[in-house]
């Protein structure tokens, strides 16, 4: 087949751009990780408590091998799901969200007329603190005071298993996870 002659897997893969969908080199990296499989198709690996040290070893400089190739499985099925052909029994989940100031000249306008604290403890050199950081300097009270502040977004999706307990998001919604 052409697959024998032109395939050849190995470290230089993880350059190639047919990394993720690439026989030759999910082959290479099955044979590498060593796997058996049941008649069912499960993946069976040896426990690493049972190797011995010199295999051990080996397995730890193919495992570069391999979580390279898993790499680019897990970044070409997330790129395919964004664009709406989502792997079955997979779905998108927003990112965690990281939480950032909406308006900082805003923030530090009305922030002596709420809080407690001093100027000088909103920043930390040489700019102002994060939502998170402010937060743990103020009293529990005053904490709640910061959320018309505050703007959290998500810088992305995952794509998970389905039974994970995170909230579907439809492809192509990073925007409405956004900062607005």
Sequence with gaps: AWQAEYL????HCRFCAAAATCPARAKHAMDL???EFTDTG???LQEPATMAPAQLADMLRRARQIQHWINAVEEYANAEAQA???PPGFKLVA???TRSW???QAFLAAAPVFLSVDRA??????KLLSPAQLEKKLPKGERDMLSSFVVSASS????VPIDDARPTVRPGAEEEFSAT
Excluded: Q, S, W, Y
């Design 8 to 11: 050849n897997a190995g470290e």
């Design 121 to 126: 403890a909103l920043f930390a050199e040489p």
């Design 33 to 35: 990780a060593a796997a």
């Design 84 to 86: 709406g052909r989502i």
């Design 156 to 159: 992305g999706t995952n794509l």
């Design 102 to 104: 909406r308006d900082e």
């Design 42 to 44: 499960e993946m069976v």
């Design 95 to 97: 990112k965690r969200a």
